[in-house]
């Protein structure tokens, strides 16, 4: 990491918002945007010329060159600081550490962070699959018939040979996270599932099933990043950003450089030092979770359980609320929203709820630090993020 | 409507690769600078980024490092062969490659096992690399 400056303490993230949430086909991506833009505004009571920044991401359903601009644009908003990031589901993390950087340095004050899109409605399921097809390699994956769940079968797979990982544990992440959706007002999914349920789910990519693979939504997500100093004056208690890192290993899985070692460990390193805590202090945790095996490998990585015991954490309900860590405590990507790059950018909005306190039933007690990850393409782009409502 | 599975489309990185497929040979880049083989063929060698790369010969043997049987496959065309298999299989020479594990007993597959290149037709005298299980 060479001298970089810590960003530690520098920046809060002070508004957060989410759109609509399911089949919302009375609106547009850009519009679910804005939706979620005006509530995290309204979170943070900021107003709109107090926005200086605006970072998004990418939509598949609403394809614009330069979405970004398209996105200000449809705003009616002129910054001084704007681009559009594309790292998959990394996208949101990473949108955060160039916003905390911009804010940091004094290149802009408040910046706005939001993506989404209206994948369910807009695209349809069969157009999303058909579209996710382009996700492989136009060569070297697309001809062999292969598929976003295909891949991360393969990564199940191989959990499975080399730890023991069985298909009830995987059953238990959907099962869990299912059951924290049902706590949070605005999930997509609202009825409780079984481990039962899980293993009958119609099979997708062995072993992976229905049941295994996040959502399609129409949603998007915000989130408003300022000063730390500035964060004080607003509305709610900030959320601290202590420590952020990423890694970036390859695109395509048949260029990993293991199929049991990710880039998780290392941008969770680069957190965790800038934070100056440890797994053992943090008090939630929202991890990626496209497909049941990844929380597994995420929760192994990022050094909460030895490599191979993930499976049997969630299985044991540790990772339930009230548990030794609560995860995915909005239902996640499985069971609370998934569109692109909004699935992600959910886990650092609950993040921050939970760190503010007030949830009712789905509030982790005393929550005080939070960890999110996100991650992009097939466990290829990582971004770890720690939060905190105190300065660490 | 029949759809047919797709055909390469050789790009300048890989043209050679898919021209010696045609032939049934199965072709890597190797690295003449630190010997390193790579699958997915570059202009430089991703190990030490020398220019100076060659096309070498695989013997077309190694083993399956992981798979999946797809049920639900992405485009129509594979929803018609569907289920299939999918795997990653480490060639003896060491590069990774993505393929199908084709033949009778495919849905035999598991880690570990060893396998050999075979070529399929896609028409036109496409012929696409594709692994299948060495009997024991
Ligand atoms: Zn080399």
């Known amino acids: 990491m060479g001298n970089a400056m810590s960003l530690k303490n520098k920046v809060a993230i002070v508004g957060v918002g989410e759109s609509d949430i399911g089949k919302v086909p009375s609106m547009s991506g850009l519009g679910l945007n804005a ?136 059953a238990a992440v959907a099962v869990n996270t299912r059951a924290h959706a049902l706590l949070h007002p605005n999930a997509h999914m609202k009825t409780p599932i079984t481990v039962e349920q899980v293993l009958s789910s119609k099979p997708i990519a062995d072993p992976l099933r229905m049941l295994d693979c996040c959502l399609v939504s129409d949603s998007a997500g915000a989130f408003i990043v300022t000063s730390a100093e500035r964060a004080l004056d607003l509305r709610h208690a900030p959320a601290y950003l202590l420590g952020i890192g990423e890694k970036h290993t390859h695109e395509h899985l048949m260029c990993a450089p293991s199929l049991s070692d990710f880039g998780a460990t290392q941008s969770g390193r680069i957190a965790y030092e800038m934070a100056g805590v440890g797994p053992a202090d943090i008090d939630v945790a929202e991890l990626y979770d496209c497909f049941t095996i990844v ?12 490599h191979g015991d993930g499976g049997a954490f969630f299985e044991a309900g540790h990772a339930r609320i009230g548990g030794k860590l609560p995860i995915n405590t909005h239902g996640g990507m499985l069971s609370h929203a998934h569109a692109g790059a909004a699935g992600g950018l959910f886990g650092i909005v609950e993040a921050v709820r939970q760190l503010r306190g007030g949830e009712g039933e789905r509030q982790v007690r005393g929550a005080k630090l939070a960890l999110v990850h996100n991650e992009g393409g097939i466990l290829s782009s990582h971004c770890t993020l720690i939060l905190s409502n105190q300065k660490g | 409507m029949q759809m047919s599975l797709p055909q390469p489309e050789p790009n300048a990185d890989s043209l050679p690769y898919w021209q010696a497929a045609r032939e049934g040979r199965l072709l890597v880049r190797r690295c003449t600078a630190c010997g390193e083989r790579h699958f997915m063929p570059r202009h430089l060698c991703p190990s030490c980024w020398s220019d100076r790369l060659e096309w070498v010969e695989s013997e077309g043997t190694g083993r399956v490092e992981s798979y999946s049987i797809v049920h639900r496959a992405p485009t129509a065309a594979f929803a018609a062969v569907a289920p299939y298999v999918i795997a990653l299989i480490d060639l003896d020479e060491g590069p990774r490659v993505f393929a199908n594990v084709v033949g009778d007993d495919a849905f035999e597959v598991a880690i570990g096992d060893r396998v050999r290149v075979t070529f399929e037709d896609r028409g036109n005298g496409a012929m696409i690399p594709q692994f299948a299980r060495v009997k024991r």
């Open chain 1, 295 to 306: 929380p597994i490998i995420e929760l192994e990585e990022l050094g909460f359980v030895p």
């Open chain 1, 35 to 170: 939706q979620a833009a005006k509530r995290a505004l309204d979170d943070a009571g900021l107003k709109v010329s107090d926005i200086d920044g605006l970072l998004t991401a990418y939509s598949f359903t609403e394809p614009y060159t330069m979405l970004g601009s398209s996105l200000c644009e449809y705003l009616g908003l002129q910054p001084i600081v704007c681009a559009s990031m594309v790292a998959g589901g990394a996208s949101p993390g990473i949108m955060l550490r160039h916003a905390a950087q911009t804010v940091a340095l004094g290149l802009a004050d408040t910046v706005l962070v939001c993506a989404g899109e209206n994948r369910a409605t807009g695209l349809g399921r069969d157009a999303a699959v058909a579209v996710l097809a382009q996700v492989g390699h136009p060569q070297f994956e697309q001809l062999y018939g292969g598929l976003i769940p295909g891949y991360y079968a393969m990564i199940a797979r191989r959990h499975m040979y080399e730890y023991g990982t069985t298909r009830e544990q995987l």
